[in-house]
């Protein structure tokens, strides 16, 4: 099955963009998640297939998917942004859930 | 407004079994359009997909811990269950009770999630 391969750490200055991105076999041909989780809370989901938002998630997180890699953007990160964040993808083969190793955002 | 809560024991024996329960307030389990889910983090690491269940008592586990672990659900309640059998200190975690959703293109994400309890077992 697929493994997400997401990096441990980014780090980024106030103001400036942070790319996150999670890898797998093909996942362009699948829906991709994401999810926020700050210290001490559950997660939240930020973007769910591949690009859309829900109600209340800020426009500065945006999302791509496309052939081995999808990424999420963070624009005009803020302090409040650091956060562990997380990729999910569904495998509608097995119907099983997979999740990426996270990322920790950093915010210089 | 859609609420999860997740209940249960915070502290067990190697060798005991976990038992924990999320009830579901603000929607109906039995309305089947939804998965409802369990997952765990372990402290200090991510997040894992232990399983899913549909209303109609069809679930799903992870491979990796499929051999101990059972998923039910009561919709008379609107609740499910997850019980985890033959704990070890390698199962202490914070687990977390959520709602799978299905997506334009067919997939499924998790919009809603208890905020988790925290189980030790202690050796």
């Known amino acids: 099955s697929v493994v997400l391969t997401q990096p441990p750490s980014v780090s980024v200055a106030p103001g400036q963009t942070a790319s996150i991105t999670c890898g797998g076999d093909?996942?362009?041909?699948?829906?991709v998640h994401w999810y926020q989780q700050r210290p001490g809370q559950a997660p939240v989901l930020i973007v769910f297939?591949?690009?859309d938002r829900p109600s209340g998630i800020s426009e500065r997180f945006s999302g791509s998917n496309s052939g081995n890699t999808a990424t999420l953007i963070v624009s005009r990160v803020e302090a409040g942004d650091e956060a562990d964040y997380y990729c999910q993808l569904w495998d509608s083969s097995s119907d099983h859930v997979l999740f990426g190793g996270g990322t920790r955002l950093t915010v210089l | 407004q859609l609420h999860l809560q997740e209940s249960g024991p915070g502290l067990l024996k190697s060798s005991e079994t976990l038992s924990l329960t999320c009830t579901v307030s603000g929607a109906s389990i039995s309305r089947g359009i939804h998965f409802w889910a369990w997952i765990r983090q372990p402290p200090g690491r991510g997040l894992e997909w232990i399983g899913s269940?549909?209303?109609?008592?069809?679930?799903y586990y992870n491979p990796s811990l499929e051999s101990r672990v059972t998923i039910s659900v009561d919709t008379s309640k609107d609740q499910f269950s997850l019980k985890l059998r033959s704990v070890t200190a390698a199962d202490t975690a914070r687990f977390y009770c959520a709602r799978l959703s299905m997506d334009r293109s067919g997939y499924y994400h998790f919009d809603s999630w208890g905020q988790g309890t925290l189980v030790t077992v202690s050796s």
């Open positions: 297939d591949d690009r």
């Open positions: 269940i549909y209303y109609s008592g069809i679930s």
């Open positions: 093909n996942i362009g041909s699948k829906s």
